[in-house]
């Protein structure tokens, strides 16, 4: 997994609510297992018509095609557990979203995906984020000084469990987390054998 330091992108701006996670990638583009190759998924009910036509769209249009950060609203990742859509949403190049607050399941799948979602919940904080993406503007979120820097110059100040933020900081997934413990495990698995060479 990628690590998450600092990252300065253009911000796109959704402000909708309850964005479900079958919004963010429809249920015909959940037959892979690739985490490549479904960013052309990506919100595509939004993007594309019943012919498959592409309609206007945030996402598709300069400078946000090149957007690495997206504002939301309410609720974002609501619906059901879709890993698939942290998945579209990183391979299109989104490495941050900032929502007022995020479904459970989605939140703990951006973590585990190289993704910073951040939960801004004062009102004022988040329709100022909205308006500089309105803009098209570039933020720079930095995950070690736990901050967001507007084009004015001005922070933000979220917070973030600090266990998932080391993680982030150091692009580590599950497996990469037991994979730290490796050593240990070999000297497991060789004792075992050693002491039960039946199993």
């Not at 309609?55 to 879709?82: E, H, M, W």
């Not at 309105?134 to 507007?150: C, F, N, P, Y």
Request: glycine share 8%; proline share 6%; aromatic share 10%.
């Amino acid at each position: 997994m990628e690590a998450f330091k600092r990252i300065t992108g253009i911000a796109a701006p959704m402000p909708m609510d309850n964005v479900d996670t079958d919004m963010i990638i429809p249920k015909q583009f959940l037959k892979t297992i690739k985490r490549s190759g479904l960013a052309r998924g990506l919100f595509y009910e939004l993007r594309y018509d019943a012919d498959g036509n592409k309609i206007p769209f945030v996402l598709d249009t300069p400078p946000y095609d090149q957007a690495k950060v997206l504002v939301a609203g309410d609720n974002f990742g609501c619906g059901s557990s879709r890993e698939h859509a942290p998945w579209a949403i990183n391979d299109f190049g989104l490495r941050c979203v900032i929502a007022k607050s995020f479904a459970d399941i989605f939140y703990n799948n951006c973590f585990k995906n190289g993704i910073l979602p951040i939960a801004i919940k004062d009102d004022a904080t988040l329709a100022a984020l909205m308006g500089d993406a309105e803009q098209g503007a570039s933020l720079t979120v930095d995950l070690e000084s736990k901050t967001i820097t507007r084009p004015d110059g001005s922070t933000i100040a979220f917070e973030t469990d600090d266990f998932r933020r080391h993680c982030l900081l150091n692009g580590l997934d599950d497996i990469g987390l037991t994979l730290k413990n490796a050593p240990e495990i070999e000297a497991f698995e060789a004792k075992r054998t050693q002491e039960r060479p039946w199993l």
